[in-house]
């Protein structure tokens, strides 16, 4: 957001991303001029899609913009959360902690409860990645605010990567806990009378295979419009009544800005936690199942016993 703050009236390039293409722009360039570009003309032929790379995507090849500025700023994100969870981790200590330490501890608090009210108590196995996707997402969202950074989700590629790689991990749950079959066999919903079956159960199955395959879509464009609105309405506002709103304006809609970043890191992380749930199971409802076949197998073997000792006593009279 501050980035505004150098004038014209086009969305500024941070300078980090200038210096990453000034330094590795050419060899990045030359690489997409020989694979990338062929293969997306390949793609295009055979799809019988009209025009080249350039005119599809709108954008030229050129070493100023081999390396995007979202890719820059999404790789810049995840070393910032690495690197602010390391310093605010500090020396960890249960008699005196320290402020970084207590701000940690309040976050997984928050994020432990979210799991275990909404996936169970089994949840914890999830938890290492859904606490990585609220701390990259928020540490993406709120760059914006700091000078020479952009938020990456402000690009619809990064959001879409994110929606996807939640899409892909759930999923890998349901297939891993359930096996494919079952997995795929949730889509279709409860038994239903044959008769009801025969026509319910395939709709069921393909409104809901439908829903899930468009989850990645959704996750990623909630995310990038919320955070492309904020930053475009900052930047429009901020050129209204230059030079001074360039720099007011900032600071002014700033407490806005970091409310929205984290709502919606709460809200992809919440959605990403529901999906997590609906086809993930306690290890012990297994057990229970299995219990209760042991169960009535001993009964059934008890009752058989009985049932020969009787009639052997019956032909003994």
Not at 34 to 59: C, M, N, S
Not at 254 to 262: H, N
Request: net charge negative.
């Amino acid at each position: 957001m501050f980035a505004f703050a150098a004038g014209g009236g086009e969305h500024p390039v941070p300078l980090i991303v200038k210096f990453v293409n000034h330094y590795l722009g050419e060899p990045v360039y030359r690489f997409q001029m020989a694979y990338t570009r062929p293969t997306w003309v390949w793609i295009f032929d055979k799809l019988g899609i009209e025009g080249t790379p350039e005119q599809v995507f709108g954008v030229a090849y050129s070493p100023e913009t081999a390396i995007p500025w979202y890719t820059v700023m999404f790789i810049i994100a995840c070393i910032l959360t690495v690197a602010l969870i390391w310093v605010f981790k500090g020396k960890l200590s249960q008699d005196d902690p320290s402020k970084g330490q207590l701000t940690l501890e309040a976050g997984f608090l928050a994020i432990k409860d979210m799991v275990v009210s909404i996936i169970g108590e089994h949840g914890y196995r999830y938890f290492p990645v859904v606490a990585t996707f609220a701390c990259l997402v928020l540490v993406s969202n709120l760059m914006g605010l700091f000078p020479l950074f952009m938020s990456p989700t402000a690009h619809v590629n990064v959001t879409f990567a994110l929606g996807l790689t939640s899409f892909l991990y759930y999923n890998t749950v349901g297939i891993r806990e359930n096996g494919v079959i079952n997995h795929l066999a949730h889509f279709a919903g409860p038994k239903l009378p044959l008769l009801m079956a025969l026509v319910m159960t395939p709709l069921i199955f393909t409104i809901e295979l439908v829903s899930n395959l468009i989850r990645p879509m959704t996750l990623g464009l909630r995310l990038f419009a919320n955070m492309f609105a904020d930053e475009q309405i900052a930047f429009q506002a901020a050129h209204l009544f230059e030079p001074w709103s360039l720099f007011l304006f900032p600071v002014l809609v700033m407490p806005l800005a970091v409310f929205v970043s984290f709502v919606q890191t709460l809200v992809f992380t919440l959605l990403s936690m529901i999906y997590i749930s609906e086809v993930s199971h306690p290890h012990e409802d297994h057990e229970e199942e299995h219990a209760e076949h042991d169960d009535e197998e001993e009964v059934s073997d008890a009752a058989s016993e009985a049932a020969a000792a009787a009639a052997a006593a019956i032909s003994a009279k």
